[in-house]
């Protein structure tokens, strides 16, 4: 069965303490790897689409790797204002589109 | 350019009611997608549309129901309201045909049935 996991759930840094959050998949055909940021109340935010194994996409503090079986969101000294729930979500070979429950970032001040 | 707009913002409605929610897409987009948020289930598929016709079906029951028009705008509606309705739900649209477009989401609507 189709599968995307994210860990960890919740994820606390001080400003300017670097970390990773990890997805996992298993999925037959990946068509895309999708990263999303959302706040509460609020939709979420596209960040990156990843299409292959290898593939990386930086934005400001923010990177993004793909290996056949995870993607890694790198955040490299995070600020209080890049705290937010990450989501991710695969599209499979039959076009079906799955999300994560994503992890809940705090950065502290 | 505009982003992909959802009205209303917020619903409450009582249980056995029905409510009909609407997207505008990103001007240029042709695909939208539904999606239902909830803290436990998280986000799920519920529909996608591309130039009118339903193109994919998430595992929601009939009472679940979408439409797209002519100007690629959607509507959601559901019927016969239950508890377990409430939740956060998301358009997002996309610009064309392949699946590996990315989709960009709108605010939402909250809706709440009590």
């Known amino acids: 069965e189709d599968q995307v996991t994210q860990s960890p759930e919740a994820l606390r840094l001080q400003e300017g303490e670097s970390s990773s959050l990890n997805c996992s998949y298993t999925v037959s055909g990946l068509r895309g790897l999708f990263w999303y940021r959302q706040d509460p109340g609020k939709g979420p935010e596209f960040l990156f689409t990843l299409y292959s194994a290898g593939e990386e996409k930086e934005k400001e503090r923010l990177k993004a790797t793909l290996t056949k079986k995870e993607s890694f969101l790198h955040i490299t000294a995070p600020k209080p204002e890049d705290s937010a729930t990450y989501l991710c979500?695969?599209?499979?070979?039959?076009?079906?589109?799955?999300f994560g429950t994503g992890t809940r970032l705090t950065v502290i001040p | 350019k505009a982003g992909v707009t959802q009205t209303p913002r917020y619903l409450i409605k009582t249980r056995g009611q029905q409510v009909t929610l609407s997207c505008s897409p990103i001007?240029?987009?042709?695909?939208v997608s539904w999606y239902q948020q909830t803290p436990g289930q998280g986000l799920q598929f519920l529909f996608e549309?591309?130039?009118?016709?339903?193109?994919n079906k998430g595992n929601f029951p009939g009472r679940f129901s979408g439409r797209q028009f002519s100007n690629s705008r959607s509507e959601m509606n559901v019927s016969t309201l239950e508890l377990g309705d409430s939740a956060l739900y998301l358009c997002?649209?996309?610009?064309?045909?392949?699946?590996?477009?990315?989709?960009?989401f709108g605010p939402g609507t909250r809706l709440t049935v009590l």
């Open positions: 979500a695969v599209r499979d070979g039959a076009n079906n589109l799955f």
């Open positions: 549309y591309f130039s009118e016709t339903q193109r």
């Open positions: 001007s240029g987009h042709r695909s």
């Open positions: 997002a649209s996309s610009l064309a045909a392949t699946y590996t477009d990315t989709q960009y």
